[in-house]
């Protein structure tokens, strides 16, 4: 199989990456950049030159693979612009293709409301999106609709590396001395999953057979943050204080990436591991800080 992943370089993309090469797919990353191609080449892919901006410059590429896999984002104030632009250029792009082109994408447990511990999030949720992220939304229902692609839709909780994510954060401010600042406060539910069990899900969802997937990858249903600051300070024998801070009063709620740590979220995890088999191999808080400790 060949695979062409947009955001191949970026914390969940590199992951993914890596582990489409180990699985034996041929692998093409989009590169912007030089820096990002060389990035690609160690993880073991190809580069193709091209930027999510002007998708002409790639989506005829991507649609030739087998399968095209969406983890890139801007992070800018036109990111749903670029989204939407980039997504729908590359279902026009399959439209003369035998077989449906497969296409992951990448949603994220912010599209779905705050639930507390009251109830939990499945797939059959309703989206209610924070403004910041509303035209996933958007493009999930654009690339839905037809029979141009085979979809899926992967909605990562957060996402935990040793460099980054929740535990990543919580752990330099703690060796800093510092208490850890958040949106959130110390009662904050947060669902989480480990960066490569994350990956391994896409892996799976890439060759899974129903036409239309969602998928919540969440291996931690959810912990409160103050529990998960416990967990993490027993770990290393250091308190760590949780500090609560407001949104800046100039925050624009379409560009306030950071709202979401203050969703409260439970999310039921057994939908993915039934459908696909996946089976995260770090399923317990403890499992997660042992292993992105090390």
Not at 67 to 77: N, R
Not at 185 to 191: F, I, R, Y
Not at 246 to 252: G, I, M, S, W
Request: aromatic share 6%; charged share 20%.
């Amino acid at each position: 199989m060949d695979v062409f992943v947009t955001g191949g370089t970026g914390g969940i993309g590199s992951a993914v990456v890596k582990k489409l090469v180990s699985g034996g797919a041929t692998v093409i990353g989009l590169a912007r950049s030089e820096g990002s191609a060389a990035r690609l080449r160690q993880l073991g892919a190809n580069a193709y030159p091209g930027d999510l901006r002007n998708p002409d410059s790639w989506v005829s590429r991507a649609a030739a693979c087998d399968a095209v896999i969406h983890t890139g984002a801007t992070f800018s104030e036109d990111m749903g612009r670029v989204d939407r632009q980039s997504m729908l250029a590359l279902k026009q792009a399959a439209r003369h293709r035998q077989q449906p082109l497969k296409v992951v994408y990448t949603g994220g447990i912010w599209l779905f409301p705050a639930t507390g511990n009251t109830t939990k999030i499945t797939e059959k949720t309703p989206f209610s999106p924070l403004p910041a992220f509303r035209f996933m939304t958007e493009t999930i229902r654009t690339l839905s609709h037809g029979t141009d692609l085979n979809l899926a839709v992967v909605h990562p909780a957060l996402a935990c590396s040793r460099d980054s994510g929740p535990i990543a954060d919580m752990t330099r401010a703690l060796k800093a001395g510092q208490p850890f600042e958040t949106r959130a406060t110390a009662e904050t539910l947060w669902p989480l999953v480990e960066i490569e069990d994350l990956a391994a899900l896409y892996a799976l969802a890439l060759k899974h057979a129903r036409f239309r997937l969602s998928l919540i990858a969440s291996s931690i249903s959810g912990i409160s943050v103050g529990h998960l600051a416990a967990h993490i300070s027993a770990r290393h024998g250091q308190p760590l204080d949780v500090v609560t801070i407001e949104a800046p009063e100039a925050a624009d709620p379409d560009t306030d990436w950071s709202a979401g740590y203050a969703l409260s979220q439970s999310v039921d995890t057994a939908h993915a591991q039934r459908v696909t088999g996946w089976q995260p191999e770090q399923s317990t808080v403890e499992d997660l800080i042992v292993s992105l400790s090390r």
